[in-house]
Structures are given as structure tokens and as C-alpha cells.
């Protein structure tokens, strides 16, 4: 049986945003000039509508947030948390098989 | 991007019932993150006023980052996520919370509530003695 998807579709920067803080703990605008640099400028998220989605996956587990002190300038530094990792794990499982679904439809 | 931008946004996302915790944290973001969009184009060399311009347009319209901030319900204060629960539990509280106030102003104030015990029982005792003294000598004769 085929799965729907929609909930995926909304997902998207959230899966960005995890995959790159799963690597490294970054601030908000940091994380923006990365997820430009990595997708080579085709995916470029709202710079200011970054912020809800940090704060909704912080709040719901899959990030935590601190604060640190750099240069001066207090930052908000975001990582990973098991949760998020789990969570992770199955956004990039679903846009593999949304993504070979895709390919398999237009290889047709 | 103005001051005035910014205040709008806070009352916007309070009155929409979004956490006090949250506005405070969106607001400082936003802001440090159109300062960083801002140093990094000046470092362009592009005048402050145009970077100005740019960074405003770059971190989007507010109207836009509102609806995103207040379409998320998890980022909202608990009685808006769950308006019947607190519309039934804050009254029940309010109510409980009525003979537990004296106890607990009560355990703020404790010394004074000693000392004005102790000064009701002495002047009482004072007045009982008087009164003894009274019907004693009414009695007596």
C-alpha cells in the first residue's frame, strides 16, 4: 500500500536543517549560508521563517539551543538531539523513496 | 527593516498568543541575523543605506514571518493550544488557589505573624486579668 506524503512535503527544511546540524552546531544565520552553499544556491530557505522551525524542533525534542558568547556577540547555537536524529533517519528514508518514485516516473 | 518593524512583530506575535518566550527568542534572532545580513553586504561593499535595504529584503516580509511564527502551535502559550482546558482548569485554580494564598503569605510572613500572635495573647491576657480583677472586687465586696 502506498504511503501518502504531504506531511513530508512541509518537511523539507526541516530535514535540511537537521542534516546540516547534525554535522556541526551552527546559529541561524550560519545555518542559512550553509544550506545555500550545499545545495549549490538551488535551495535557498526564507531567511527570517528559519526561526519558527528551529524553535518548533527545539521545542518538540529534536534540537536544543544555548547560548554562546562569540566574539562579543551572543549567539543561539543549535544541534542535534537523539530525537532529532531518529527523526532525521526518517525524512531522509522518505525523500529517498519519494525520490525514486520521482525518477522511476520520469525514467518511464 | 525599522525599529518600528521589529516592536509591530512583538505585539503581532504576543496578541496571537505565541510564548512570551518565543517572541523575545524570534525578535533577538531576527534582529542579530539582519545585523550579520547587513555587515556581510556592507563587507560587499555596497553603502550602509542600500545593505540596509537588501538585508530587509533578504530576511522577508514580516507579515510572512509572522504567519510561519503563529502557524505553529507548539510554539504558542499553553491556554491558546488548549483554549477548553484553560478556559475549565484556570477558574478550578483560581479557586484552589484561594485558602492556600493565606497559608502561603502566611509562611512569607511568619515572624511578624509570631510576633502579632504573641502581642494578641499578652494584650488578651492583660484584659482577662483585668476583668478577673474587676469581678473579684465586685464580689468581695
Given at each position: 500500500m502506498a504511503q501518502s506524503n504531504p506531511p513530508f512535503m512541509s518537511g523539507v527544511p526541516e530535514l535540511l536543517l537537521l542534516r546540516q546540524l547534525d554535522v556541526e552546531e551552527m546559529y541561524g544565520y550560519e545555518l542559512v549560508k550553509k544550506i545555500r552553499h550545499v545545495t549549490g544556491e538551488t535551495i535557498s530557505l526564507g531567511e527570517g521563517v528559519i526561526y519558527p522551525v528551529l524553535h518548533g524542533l527545539e521545542q518538540s525534542g529534536a534540537l536544543k539551543a544555548r547560548r554562546k558568547k562569540v566574539a562579543g556577540r551572543t549567539r543561539v547555537y543549535y544541534s542535534v538531539t537523539a530525537k532529532g536524529r531518529k527523526r532525521l533517519g526518517k525524512l531522509q528514508h522518505e525523500w529517498h523513496r519519494i525520490q525514486s518514485g520521482i525518477s522511476a516516473a520520469l525514467g518511464a | 527593516m525599522l525599529e518600528a518593524d521589529f516592536e509591530n512583530l512583538h505585539c503581532h506575535l504576543l496578541n496571537a498568543g505565541v510564548s512570551p518566550r518565543f517572541v523575545r527568542r524570534t525578535l533577538t534572532e531576527l534582529r542579530d541575523h539582519y545585523d550579520d545580513l547587513k555587515l556581510d553586504i556592507v563587507g560587499q561593499g555596497v553603502s550602509v543605506q542600500e545593505a540596509a535595504h537588501i538585508a530587509g529584503r533578504q530576511l522577508g516580509k514580516f507579515e510572512v514571518i509572522a504567519a510561519h511564527v503563529t502557524s505553529?502551535?507548539?510554539?504558542?502559550?499553553w491556554s491558546y493550544r488548549y483554549p477548553l482546558m484553560g478556559r475549565l482548569a484556570l477558574p478550578i485554580l483560581c479557586v484552589a488557589a484561594l485558602p492556600i494564598a493565606p497559608l502561603m503569605a502566611g509562611a512569607n510572613h511568619a515572624q511578624a505573624l509570631v510576633r502579632w500572635g504573641a502581642i494578641l495573647m499578652l494584650s488578651g491576657f492583660i484584659t482577662a486579668s483585668l476583668f478577673l480583677a474587676m469581678q473579684l472586687s465586685i464580689s468581695l465586696g
Open positions: - | 505553529r502551535k507548539e510554539l504558542r502559550r
